[in-house]
């Protein structure tokens, strides 16, 4: 008899420091949750577009859980020895979803609805350091994207987003004359300009401050 009482002993003294530990773990887990479900905006800088005479900010906000809307306008504005300038603007929509239940963190699908506007000069040949066949144009782009991507934590408050994805353009093109027309009819379009209609790849990096609890 004496041998139980002492086993009963035991095994309560087991359970009172088991079970602080347990709440303490379960109380963890609740502020994790809180926490990444406490985020509610972010405010992105998308550093590639520099490279092409833009700058991009993207805007963030939760509608409910892990779905998310996401703005993204940029504006445009390339000059190159007074000849080749673009000014303009794009702007794409997003909804964006994450598939595991981390509220901004991990893989998530986004997709959504594309414009572009911009005025264009540029040429269609180059010869010698001297450029030819000058085309003007004003141009209208309408389209969709869909995109994957992964998010994780810099340092608190901080993201990093990878993004990778296709997107679909057709541009509405008015030229300043027939020659600039038939310049651009006749040659060829790289898939990052801006009057270029098709399917194109999207890459992406993001860097984000999350705020709002």
Same mark, same amino acid.
């Given at each position: 008899m004496k041998r139980q009482l002492n086993i009963l002993v035991i095994i309560g003294t087991l359970l009172c420091l088991l079970l602080p530990a347990q709440a303490q773990n379960r109380f963890q887990r609740v502020d994790n949750l809180q926490e990444m479900y406490g985020e509610n905006f972010m405010v992105s800088l998308v550093p590639i577009p520099l490279a092409f005479n =833009?700058? @991009?900010?993207?805007?963030d906000c939760r509608l409910k859980d892990r779905l998310w809307l996401q703005l993204a306008p940029q504006y445009n504005c390339k000059r190159k020895n007074g000849n080749i300038k673009t000014d303009g603007f794009c702007l794409e929509a997003n909804i964006r979803y994450y598939v595991k239940n981390s509220s901004s963190r991990g893989f998530y699908v986004a997709s959504g609805i594309g414009i572009?506007?911009?005025k264009i000069? /540029?040429?269609?040949?180059?010869? /010698? /350091? $001297?450029?030819?066949?000058?085309?003007?144009?004003?141009?209208? @782009?309408?389209?969709?994207?869909?995109?994957? =991507?992964?998010?994780? @934590?810099?340092?608190?408050g901080a993201l990093m987003d990878l993004y990778a994805g296709a997107a679909f353009r057709h541009s509405f093109n008015?030229?300043? /004359?027939?020659?600039? @027309?038939?310049? $651009?009819?006749?040659?060829?379009l790289k898939p990052w300009q801006y009057h270029f209609s098709g399917l194109f790849m999207q890459l992406g990096v993001r860097i984000g401050l999350m705020f709002g609890k």
């Amino acid at each position: 008899m004496k041998r139980q009482l002492n086993i009963l002993v035991i095994i309560g003294t087991l359970l009172c420091l088991l079970l602080p530990a347990q709440a303490q773990n379960r109380f963890q887990r609740v502020d994790n949750l809180q926490e990444m479900y406490g985020e509610n905006f972010m405010v992105s800088l998308v550093p590639i577009p520099l490279a092409f005479n =833009g700058f @991009r900010m993207d805007f963030d906000c939760r509608l409910k859980d892990r779905l998310w809307l996401q703005l993204a306008p940029q504006y445009n504005c390339k000059r190159k020895n007074g000849n080749i300038k673009t000014d303009g603007f794009c702007l794409e929509a997003n909804i964006r979803y994450y598939v595991k239940n981390s509220s901004s963190r991990g893989f998530y699908v986004a997709s959504g609805i594309g414009i572009d506007y911009n005025k264009i000069q /540029d040429y269609a040949a180059y010869q /010698d /350091d $001297v450029y030819l066949e000058f085309y003007k144009l004003t141009s209208f @782009r309408f389209g969709g994207q869909i995109q994957l =991507g992964y998010s994780f @934590r810099l340092w608190p408050g901080a993201l990093m987003d990878l993004y990778a994805g296709a997107a679909f353009r057709h541009s509405f093109n008015t030229y300043a /004359d027939e020659a600039s @027309r038939l310049i $651009v009819e006749q040659g060829t379009l790289k898939p990052w300009q801006y009057h270029f209609s098709g399917l194109f790849m999207q890459l992406g990096v993001r860097i984000g401050l999350m705020f709002g609890k």
